[in-house]
Every structure is written in C-alpha cells, then in structure tokens.
C-alpha cells in the first residue's frame, strides 16, 4: 500500500494536471469521465446533487449552498477546484476534509483495476469525489464545475437545479472568444427537465441561455430579476449585513454573511433563488437554516481565499479573483477601504488576458511582481514589464514569500497590503 504522499505524487506528477501545465491538459470529450463512471460502477447516481457552473461566484455560490444544506441538517458533499493548501480541500462532507486514508484507498483501487484509461487529475479527481460521497451516503452533493460545462468532468451528473452565476472572459483559448460563445460553453450542463438559475441577466448571454431551455425543455430563472441587495454594511462582529428584497419586497433586512467580498452582493440572489427552487421541489430549507448558513459559510465549509483578511496592521488581505470581472470587483472593494498607502503583492499565469487585468489595477500603489511556484507562471520581469505599459511600479522578487515579506516591511500600520492576481499566488501565501 502506497503512501499518502506517495499518492498525490502520482497524482500531481503523472496525471496531465491544469494547474501544473494549461490547457495541454485539457481533455476536450468525455470520454475518459464516462470510462471511470463505468468502472466504478456509476456512482454519482447514489446521492442527489446540484451542478454549478459560471465564470465568477462558482466557489462561493457552491460553498453557501453547501452550509445551508448542512445547516437543515442534510449530509452534504462538496466538490470544488482548485485546492489553495491542501488537495483534500476539493472533498468534503459536511465541511470535514476527505481523509488521506480514502484517498489513497480509491486511488489504489483505480491502479488495482488496470484499466486502460489514462486520465487527468482532475478527471480521476471527480471519479474519486463521487465514489466518496456514494460511501459517505450522503443526501446531496454541491458539484462545482472546473472548467465551462459542457465538456467538464462533472458533466455526466443529473441534479435537481443546474446554476450558472455569470458569464464573463476567462480561458478564451478553451472556451471561446467572445461571450455568447463561453455562454454556450457553460449552458452545456442544462439539461431536460431540470430546472436552471442563472445568477445575473447579460445582454450579450441571456438568449444564449433562454434558447437553450427552450430546446431542451427546461424551466429557466434569472435570480438577479427577482432578488435584489439593496445596500450592505460591516457589522462589528466581523461580517457583512446585507438587505435583500424579492420583487420589490424586503425578504431579509439583516442577513448575514461571513464573506466579506462586496462580489457576494452577486451571489446572495444566486443562492436564494437557487434554494426556493429546491423548496419548490421538497428540499426542507428553512429561513432559519438560510440564515445560518450564510452567516456560517466560511466556517461551515471552509472556503478560503474569497476577501479573505489574514492580518492586520498593516492591514493584509487576499483575494482569488484573476480575470477581468474578479478584478474589477477587488479593486472597487480596495477603493472603498481606508489606508494611507497601498502596497499590491502580485503574480499572474500566461494564458490570462494579463493586459485587461493590468489596466484596471490602481496606479497608486507600490507593486511587488512575483510568480507562484508552477510552471505555467510568468517570469516577475516580464509581469513588470507589462504593467509598467499600464503605469503600475514596483520592484520583482522570485518567490511568492519573499514579495510578501518586502511588502510587509514596507508598510506601516495604516497601510493596505493586498495579494492576488491568481489563484496560485493567494494559495501560497495562506
């Protein structure tokens, strides 16, 4: 029997892995998910689930659904990529991390059956998620989508609500290049019969989305036309209280939520459009248990990396937003913050839209330009070089902790310090 950190370096070595490598990895059939369905004999059909996808707000979406459901009680699977410390991270049940020993026993059994497959990691990744949440017996499972939807591993699952949070440009070698085209690409996980949420009303998508229901025979809502957040507030127990309104008519004046991103204004319509579909379909989701569960979210699942603050003076804060519309957010949040200077500790992959993010960034900030130990990473030099087309200045450093240490030491007590850019960058620092 292998080692657990035999295992993952099977894992993360030998399986084609996106992180690591790109879209190289990508597996563009479903081929390799339907072949591990067969050979573990089918079991996401054992639990009930429901499927999100989006460009931004996927993760949390998923996560406050996740704590809602755990909050009434239901034994909840949670499914999510990418992990920021540790690979269990993507499993869980009722908030608690997949243990090592399961891991490495389904991943065994996988090389016992010496099957012919050869998947990506995070192929044999969801195989796994599945086979677990059949043994755990749970009730429901959050699925997030990895990457689009059509063609993502997850994609073989029924739920009882499909969910799309958004549409905006991220992976356009994969995905496509303009926005109905990613649209079409996410509504891949519609399917007959099963109602859908889509999260926020666009132009250039809702028709996407509307005659794809329409051809598969499917009910659609869009959340954002009937719930609205109305104005939102820090609260001193460290979380944010939000106004929501459904249909002109305040539903929740103080609802609470222990992410503190001002992007989870977005979400909150999502989740409780999504939750009174699941009502309307037997689900037993009291006010209570809603209300719970978004003020727990964090803490009941463990989300990490969304505003989150790590310290304070100099106040510290990481954030995973990395394309156009994630950054866009942040640097309206980091506008709306008190400091006296802002120091911004950044890296980037290549295959990101890099000048989009650039230009949005503020102009009155020290940067520290570094990469985040994976091979996809772009050199802080070249990152640099970029940004200083955009006005942005700063000094380079080769590791991730070392940006973090000089950025640290640089600022005083009312400062703001700020680290993001990428996913990677946010996992090495927490």
């Avoid at 519609?190 to 598969?216: W, Y």
């Avoid at 709306?336 to 802002?342: A, F, G, K, N």
């Amino acid at each position: 029997m292998r080692t657990y950190s035999e295992i993952l370096d099977f894992l993360y070595g030998q399986l084609p892995m996106f992180q690591r490598t790109g879209p190289a990895a990508y597996k563009d059939n479903l081929d390799n998910t339907i072949l591990l369905d067969e050979l573990f004999n089918h079991p996401h059909r054992a639990f009930k689930t429901i499927h999100v996808a989006g460009t931004n707000g996927k993760g949390s979406v998923s996560h406050m659904l996740a704590s809602i459901f755990q909050e009434a009680g239901y034994k909840t699977g949670l499914y999510t990529s990418p992990h920021l410390k540790d690979f269990r991270e993507r499993i869980r049940v009722n908030g608690e991390m997949i243990s090592k020993e399961a891991v490495v026993r389904f991943t065994e059994s996988f090389l016992e059956k010496d099957s012919k497959i050869e998947p990506s990691f995070f192929e044999l990744t969801v195989s796994m998620a599945f086979d677990y949440f059949r043994a755990m017996q749970v009730d429901i499972a959050i699925i997030e989508v990895g990457l689009g939807g059509r063609l993502d591993s997850t994609n073989i699952i029924t739920p009882e609500v499909s969910v799309i949070t958004n549409i905006s440009f991220d992976h356009k070698s994969l995905l496509g290049n303009t926005l109905p085209l990613i649209a079409a690409e996410k509504a891949g996980i519609i399917k007959k019969g099963i109602p859908v949420v889509i999260g926020e009303t666009h132009p250039e998508t809702s028709s996407v989305f509307l005659e794809t229901a329409k051809r598969i025979q499917t009910n659609l809502s869009f959340a954002d036309q009937e719930y609205h957040t109305d104005n939102r507030i820090l609260i001193p127990d460290g979380k944010q209280s939000l106004c929501i309104s459904r249909n002109q008519t305040v539903v929740f004046p103080d609802l609470k939520l222990d992410l503190l991103g001002i992007y989870q204004r977005y979400n909150v319509p999502t989740v409780l459009k999504t939750i009174e579909t699941l009502k309307e379909l037997g689900w037993n989701l009291s006010n209570e248990a809603i209300l719970k569960g978004l003020a727990n979210a964090s803490k009941n699942t463990g989300l990490m990396g969304r505003w989150q603050i790590i310290g304070n003076n100099p106040l510290t804060i990481c954030d995973t937003g990395h394309n156009q519309a994630g950054i866009q957010l942040v640097v309206e949040q980091i506008n709306q913050t008190s400091w006296e200077q802002l120091h911004i500790v950044i890296g980037m992959v290549n295959d990101k839209d890099q000048n989009e993010v650039l230009a949005l960034l503020p102009k009155n900030a020290h940067y520290y330009f570094t990469k985040a130990a994976l091979p996809r990473a772009t050199e802080p030099e070249e990152l640099a070089n970029k940004a200083s087309r955009h006005g942005l200045k700063g000094s380079c450093y080769p590791t991730v902790h070392q940006a973090f240490h000089a950025a640290q030491e640089n600022a005083g007590k009312n400062d703001l310090v700020f680290i993001g850019g990428s996913t990677f960058v946010v996992a090495e620092i927490l």
